[in-house]
């Protein structure tokens, strides 16, 4: 974990540019974090950062790395109630946060330290990060990552990223989510700069920072590549980029084709990939060269990992291709296991690097992994199974774009197209003869989303009830 504990190795190098052109050398980031991390306890313990893309966040976030303690990361915008909830379930002894109306026990700009509970949870010595899960929006429920886990992922990542120490990474992703730390570690790892812009791709001014700082590499999730074409990235020169890269669900094969055909054109690389939360952030990627004949597949594991299947439900190995299972992935990028409260802390590693990916995939004759849909994406109409993820790409294939959700006979399709939901009722009932009182078809004026991009289904399903 280099990258927080030996930021002085880079020196005078820029660390970091703030989107009023500031900037600060890796010798300057470290002075700072020490600066935060001598007001810390001496024995290890439980920070809690409200956090922003900005540099306030950052500083606390290495500096408790750096002291060795515990973090979790949580979006500043956290729901009151849910915060207050996460706060009483893990008792964290301190919180970095944007300064209230208390006096701070210590402050930087705008960010100050403010103790919480006195006792410290029981901390188990491998334990570095708490993160939440992408799919526990409105739970406490958490992700354990150890020292080594962050380790091994970052130095994966470097092995099949042409990541160089003169890159220039804009921070286009929440830093209290996986993909969004994970170009944090593996751009400090190497010695390259961080340009620290809380501004949306949708805005002027987050491609005027593009061009002004020389901007490297660009990084979304699927809803940032969708916006990316809306807002005309192939009429974009962008002379300094060298490559992208995508991760956070699946984009769509057809937009993957776009982004990598404008790649090409333009002299860049476009990298395809695909991870979880519950192993620090990557589990595979799709080289550049692979894009043409695999549009639609994750790719092969990262290097220092495997991929391989087996059956959802006898749970034996699946060696033959195009027979589909559940995916497995097995590193030291894994995590410790999941954590509920305080209580679940002091917990070793309970997985020993094997992860239970709850995707279903295949595999082809070469090797590469194509996502097929997910174990638990499914509800039960009638007794009959319907596999959410498999329906929203028929309807794809039918011209139709759908959100597809729901709950046990209750088959929600939500659509942007004020013209579709009569015509989705209609080949929903025609082609699969589900009685029109176990589906609604809806038409919203935008699809809700989370800080990192994803579908917000909980908000979703609250806007149709």
């Known amino acids: 974990m280099s990258f927080a504990s030996q930021l002085e190795r880079y020196a005078s190098r820029t660390c970091l540019i703030e989107s009023d052109g500031a900037t600060h050398s890796y010798a300057e980031v470290a002075q700072l974090c020490d600066r935060l991390t001598c007001k810390l306890p001496k024995e290890r313990c439980l920070l809690l950062i409200l956090c922003d893309r900005n540099a306030e966040s950052l500083i606390g976030y290495l500096a408790a790395l750096r002291g060795k303690h515990a973090v979790m990361m949580l979006d500043e915008r956290t729901d009151a109630a849910l915060l207050e909830a996460i706060i009483a379930a893990y008792r964290p002894n301190l919180i970095w946060k944007k300064h209230d109306e208390n006096a701070p026990l210590f402050a930087w700009r705008g960010y100050g330290l403010y103790g919480a509970y006195t006792e410290a949870p029981t901390l188990h010595d491998d334990l570095a990060l708490l993160l939440g899960t992408s799919g526990s929006t409105g739970s406490p429920k958490m992700v354990r990552l150890s020292r080594r886990n962050l380790s091994a992922n970052c130095q994966s990542i470097i092995h099949y990223l042409p990541i160089r120490p003169d890159d220039v990474a804009i921070t286009s992703l929440p830093f209290h989510y996986s993909y969004g730390l994970s170009i944090i570690h593996t751009y400090l790892e190497v010695g390259a700069a961080l340009l620290l812009s809380g501004a949306s791709v949708l805005e002027r001014t987050f491609w005027e920072q593009v061009e002004r700082f020389g901007v490297t590499t660009l990084q979304g999730v699927p809803y940032h590549y969708e916006l990316f ?237």
Request: net charge negative; hydrophobic share 35%.
């Open 229 to 465: 074409l809306r807002t005309g990235l192939p009429s974009r020169t962008l002379p300094h980029v060298r490559y992208l890269t995508q991760a956070g669900g699946r984009l769509d094969a057809q937009k993957v084709a776009a982004i990598h055909a404008w790649a090409c054109r333009s002299g860049k690389e476009f990298f395809v990939m695909y991870g979880q939360t519950e192993a620090t952030a990557r589990i595979a990627y799709l080289p550049p060269d692979a894009l043409e004949t695999h549009p639609h597949s994750i790719g092969l594991a990262i290097p220092g990992g495997t991929l391989s299947l087996i059956d959802p439900q006898s749970q034996t190995p699946i060696g033959a291709p195009g027979v589909e299972g559940e995916l497995i992935y097995q590193g030291a990028n894994v995590m410790m296991g999941y954590a509920q409260s305080a209580d679940d802390l002091s917990a070793g590693d309970t997985l020993g690097g094997l992860l239970h990916t709850g995707d279903l995939a295949v595999v082809d004759e070469e090797g590469f992994y194509t996502i097929t849909g997910r174990l638990g994406r499914f509800i039960k109409l009638h007794g009959n199974r319907v596999g959410l993820d498999e329906l929203q790409q028929r309807l794809h294939v039918e011209g139709f774009e759908t959100i597809c959700t729901g709950s046990d006979n209750t088959l929600l399709i939500v659509t942007t197209d004020p013209n579709a939901p009569e015509a989705i009722s209609a080949w929903i009932k025609t082609r699969l003869g589900f009685h029109h009182s176990v589906y609604r078809c809806v038409h919203v004026g935008d699809i809700p989303r989370l800080s990192s991009g994803k579908i917000d289904y909980q908000t979703l399903m609250e806007r149709c009830a």
